[in-house]
């Protein structure tokens, strides 16, 4: 699992141009379905047909965003120094200092102006230095709207932790594929698996698939905050805590059937799990709810410190749950 998860972090795909990413993945997981197709906006859909007879199997759709924060490019400065805006939740903070990558493979450095206070950092008080020593060395290796990101990365600390970036969301793509392979020879429900893009700008890409599949039941995979981390805020989610159920987010009611459902699997199957509620933020499973005519959606999230930032943080022990909780719900015959 960890090869798999390291495979989809270390792949290009800031929101909007998630080609390649997306192109990693339909490898990934088409082996274990019956079909792939992209829609119009380039979410990924995988579907496995289920084997109950009809009228006894239901729809379900599992949602992760495959989308990465990120960078565009938008001016290029005589001396070779690019302007940039962002592209989603940037933390300029974690960001600055930082070696970034663009899609086409150039490399370069994210850097502060001269002076200027960690309090005022923001985008337009950073330059990327691609080593160009004016605008037409630099125009040779970027141009005007390409995207970019923090370079990739993912390495294990200790035996139970990675940390990289961009585990979000890539960690629950990388969960999805695991699921798909262990409902491959056993699959009751008909499984749509929608890897979806431009979460991290407004969820724009889930509520489209939501509302083209118009499944029954739909469950997002997506990162969480923890109350472990240093400072944090008191939060009942904690790495290595297993699991985290999702009751509610800053966007989100979820269907209180489906948390229902998913504790009680957690429960009789001892899969160790825990119960969320954030207090901010929010995921693909608000619009997957609301998409259409509605659906029974929940969250099955994966307690992660220091998000969006170049050392996100997960437990290896909290996506086996996670996937393990994944699977026994989708075999549930009685959903």
């Given at each position: 699992m960890y090869s798999l998860i390291k495979k989809v972090v270390c792949c290009p795909g800031?929101?909007?141009?998630?080609?390649?990413?997306?192109?990693?993945?339909?490898?990934?997981?088409?082996?274990?379905?019956?079909?792939?197709?992209?829609?119009?906006?380039?979410?990924?859909?995988?579907?496995?047909?289920g084997n109950l007879p009809d009228g006894e199997r239901k729809k379900l759709l599992y949602c992760a965003h495959m989308d990465e924060i990120g960078f565009i490019v938008t001016y290029i400065e005589d001396n070779g120094f690019i302007r940039f805006a962002p592209i989603g939740g940037i933390n300029f903070v974690a960001a600055a200092f930082s070696h970034v990558v663009f899609a086409n493979g150039e490399k370069g450095i994210l850097v502060p102006?001269?002076?200027?206070?960690?309090?005022?950092?923001?985008?337009?008080?950073?330059?990327?230095?691609?080593?160009?020593?004016?605008?037409?060395?630099?125009?040779?290796?970027?141009?005007?709207?390409?995207?970019?990101?923090?370079?990739?990365?993912?390495?294990?600390?200790?035996?139970?932790?990675?940390?990289?970036?961009?585990?979000?969301?890539?960690?629950?793509?990388?969960?999805?594929?695991?699921t798909a392979k262990k409902l491959a020879e056993n699959c009751p429900h008909d499984m749509y698996y929608v890897f979806s893009v431009q979460e991290e700008v407004g969820c724009r890409g889930a509520r489209p698939a939501g509302f083209s599949i118009a499944p029954d039941i739909a469950l997002a995979f997506d990162v969480t905050g923890t109350g472990d981390a240093q400072g944090s805020k008191p939060m009942a989610v904690k790495l290595g805590g297993g699991a985290a159920i999702k009751i509610k987010d800053g966007s989100v009611i979820c269907s209180?059937?489906?948390?229902?459902?998913?504790?009680?699997?957690?429960?009789?199957?001892k899969i160790t799990a825990q119960n969320e509620i954030l207090l901010y933020g929010g995921t693909d499973t608000s619009v997957l709810?609301?998409?259409?005519?509605?659906?029974?959606?929940?969250?099955?999230?994966?307690?992660?410190?220091?998000?969006?930032?170049?050392?996100?943080?997960?437990?290896?022990?909290?996506?086996?749950?996670?996937?393990?909780?994944?699977?026994?719900?989708a075999l549930d015959p009685t959903l």
């Amino acid at each position: 699992m960890y090869s798999l998860i390291k495979k989809v972090v270390c792949c290009p795909g800031v929101s909007g141009n998630e080609k390649q990413i997306a192109a990693l993945l339909e490898k990934e997981v088409s082996p274990y379905v019956d079909e792939t197709y992209t829609d119009a906006l380039g979410n990924l859909i995988a579907i496995k047909y289920g084997n109950l007879p009809d009228g006894e199997r239901k729809k379900l759709l599992y949602c992760a965003h495959m989308d990465e924060i990120g960078f565009i490019v938008t001016y290029i400065e005589d001396n070779g120094f690019i302007r940039f805006a962002p592209i989603g939740g940037i933390n300029f903070v974690a960001a600055a200092f930082s070696h970034v990558v663009f899609a086409n493979g150039e490399k370069g450095i994210l850097v502060p102006e001269a002076g200027t206070k960690a309090s005022d950092l923001a985008a337009d008080k950073c330059v990327v230095d691609i080593g160009a020593t004016s605008a037409k060395e630099a125009s040779r290796k970027v141009k005007i709207g390409d995207c970019f990101s923090l370079a990739h990365n993912l390495s294990k600390l200790g035996t139970n932790r990675a940390v990289g970036r961009p585990i979000d969301d890539r960690i629950g793509c990388a969960i999805m594929i695991e699921t798909a392979k262990k409902l491959a020879e056993n699959c009751p429900h008909d499984m749509y698996y929608v890897f979806s893009v431009q979460e991290e700008v407004g969820c724009r890409g889930a509520r489209p698939a939501g509302f083209s599949i118009a499944p029954d039941i739909a469950l997002a995979f997506d990162v969480t905050g923890t109350g472990d981390a240093q400072g944090s805020k008191p939060m009942a989610v904690k790495l290595g805590g297993g699991a985290a159920i999702k009751i509610k987010d800053g966007s989100v009611i979820c269907s209180g059937e489906v948390v229902s459902k998913l504790q009680k699997l957690a429960k009789e199957q001892k899969i160790t799990a825990q119960n969320e509620i954030l207090l901010y933020g929010g995921t693909d499973t608000s619009v997957l709810q609301a998409a259409g005519v509605g659906a029974y959606a929940g969250c099955i999230s994966i307690p992660s410190r220091y998000i969006h930032s170049g050392v996100e943080m997960i437990d290896l022990r909290d996506v086996a749950a996670c996937t393990d909780l994944a699977t026994a719900f989708a075999l549930d015959p009685t959903l």
